[in-house]
Structures are given as C-alpha cells and as structure tokens.
C-alpha cells in the first residue's frame, strides 16, 4: 500500500532523535529516493506532493546536517528520479526546478543551481517554451564561462542548440552545437550524453540535406543509446527516435537521387524498394526489438515515396499521426517530401504536353484546381517549370527549354571580372590619394 510505506519513510525522515550518524544518514538518504518514487507511482494526486519533497519540512532536517556535496547528490538524483518515473509530468518536473531553485538561492549554493537551472532550460524546451528556455541559457552560459565548468557548459550549449533547431535558426543550433562539441573535447563525456551530441549532429545535417552523414551520426546515437536502454541507464524510446531518424535519411536521400535522375531524363523514374534501403535496417536483431507502430509508419513512407504515389502518402501520415506528426524533425521533413512527391507527379504528367488543361491535371491528381493551379504558379516562379497559367481559358502553357547562350553567360563573366578588377583599381587609388595627402 502506498499509503503505509509514505508514512514510514517519511516517519523516518522526521523522528525524534535525530540522528545523523554515517548509518542513519545512509537510511535517510535511500528514504528520500523511496518516498519520490512512492509519490511518482501512486495516483495523479499525489504528485504535488512531490513538488514539496525536498523543500518542505519532511526533508528539510537531512539537508541541515548533510555536508553541501551530499545536498547536492540527493537534490539532482530525486529530480533525476522524478524525470524519469514521471516523463510526461512537465508541468511537476518545472515546479519542482522553481522550488529548488528558490531555496538554493536562500541557501546561496551556487554550483547546485547553475545544475538545476540547466535541467529547467531542457524541461522547458520540452514545454515548446523556446523563449523562457533561451533566456535562461544566456544568463546562466554568462555564469559558467566564468567560472569555467566545462561539463555543464557542454550540457547547456547542447540544450542552447536544441532551442535555437526549434526556433528554426539553423546557424546559430549549429554554433551552439560546435561550443558544445568543443568544451566536450576537453573532458571525459558520459556515452549518454555523446548519443545526445551525436543524435543533434545527425538532425543539423539533415537540415542542411546532407542526409548520409546524418544517417552515420543516428547510426552511432542509436547503438550507443540501445547499449543504455537495455542497461536501464536511459529513457525508453530514446534509440527508436533514432532508429526512425536513420529510415527519414535513407527515404530521403533515395528520393532526392531518384528525383535527380528523373531532373536529367526519364521524370517518371521511379525507386525501388530496395533503393530506398531500409529493409536491412528494420530486418536486423535491433529493427526486431523496436518493431511497431512507429517502424511500420517509417516503412509505409518509404513504400509511399518508392512508389512516387502522393494518395498513399497522404493515406499513411492520416493513418499514423501520432507516430509521424509528434516529432518536429520527422514533421518538417515529411512536409518537404510531401512537396517533393506533388512537384515529380506535377511534372510527370504536365510533360508530354505544350497546352494542357488545368482541371485535366487536377482530375489525375485527384486534387483541387485551385491547389493545383497554385502549386503551379510557385513552381513557374521558382524557375522549376517553363511555362505560363492562362487563367482565362484555365489552361497551362509549356514552353520548351531553349539552349543556353554559352557566348552570353561567357561575356557577363568577363564584365562581372572587369567590375571587379576596377573596384580594386579604385580602392588602391583613393588609399594612394590619402597617403600623398
């Protein structure tokens, strides 16, 4: 009964003798982590009750005796519990980072706060809260280049990066991640905190569209992180977001190849199964144990896209929402696929025609005109199509692709060069110019 073993422990915590000799220290210190975790799986309403833990009256006599060190252990092991006994509690875990946070500043312990304050950045992010988390990351990266703490600067600047990768600023994730990467080089880093590293690396370059490099950096977040997880040292499902990350970049990178060869001839090319090579990745003694619904939404995109079929496509992600909407990076990067598969079918069908009607192309797409004749004018404008949109008579009007004036783009070059050579000239002559003055 959870009921009886919170009124032991806590019985514990407060008797009357008070005594805090090596024994009884020990004794209380695994009754705080017993009464966190009681309170983490009793019901939902004792969850606040958590919040309170360690700043209220039943610890509060532990942490007067304790030496500082021990404080600290005892604070972040309770919060670490928390985090994982109660993952989706975020709301608990950043009213528990507050508290503790308040009373190290009464208590005037620095170095533990700068270590909550850190957990509160990540938990925040969590929140989607990107403006609190980033604020706080500033004024507490301020702290820790002063005084030089290299782990948590590597910890803080790698949540610095996540903020700023989901605030949609790539560059400066990126800086963020090499300050990170940096300070890490310095020191001894845990191999779960270089799976965190590693996994961040992959998404960056798979931002910038550099997926087979992305692959190899999930490929080594994901062994390292399955290692973790089957020693219990890390949260389930930390090495099936990578493992799915791993099949986005192979769907990806087959895609934008098979899309490159249809740009250079046969536009209706389409990628095998095999091309798409996730086979080997979910067939393997790893794919096995993380088989389910999130690796059979990865391999139903991968069908969809081998396929080029834009209808199945939008059949799966209605089918696995949840598995393919959560993620933010999966997120993105589908809707970038979903462009990718509506342009190829645009232009397969659009091909073999000078003059076709719009409706006709909507018909075979199975789509709305005003989509379609939408899309249509963002890809004239983006130079992927030679054509114009007669809206009058609802028709799109193919132009052939002329050859390129090689003596044209050759004599823009040469005055792009003489433009260049006379703004040197000048500059040199009005430094002249001040020099004899």
Known sequence: DSGAKIAAFTTILTESQNRFGPKASSIKERSIYALARTYCHASVAQYHQVVDLLTGATCAPFFTHATKAKCAKVVRAVLEIVCTLAPTQLTLQEQICHNIIAWTKEEKRTFLRQRVQAKLASVLFLQNKFGEALSLVDGLLLELKKLDDKQLLVETHLVESKIHHGLRNVPKSKAALTASRTCANAIYVAPG?????????????????????????????????????????????????????????????????????????????????????????????????????DIDAMTAIANASSKRSLKEYESVTQTYAHELQDDILIKHHLKFLHQQLLESNLIRIIEPYSCVEISHVAELMEMDIVAIERKLSEMILDGKLHGILDQGKGQLIVYEEGEKDLAMEKGLQVIENMDQVVSSLFVRSMELRTTMA
């Open 193 to 293: 905190l270089q799976s965190s590293i590693d996994s961040m690396s992959g998404v960056l370059h798979c931002e910038e569209g550099d997926y087979n490099t992305a692959h190899s950096y999930f490929l080594e977040a994901f062994e390292q992180l399955d290692q973790l997880e089957g020693e219990g040292k890390v949260e389930e499902g930390s090495a099936l977001s990578c493992l799915k990350y791993m099949m986005l970049c192979k769907i990806l990178d087959s895609l934008t190849k098979a899309l490159k060869i249809s740009a250079s001839g046969g536009v209706g090319a389409k990628s095998d199964k095999a091309e798409v090579g996730i086979s080997g990745m979910i067939s393997s003694k790893q794919g096995l144990k993380y088989a389910g619904k």
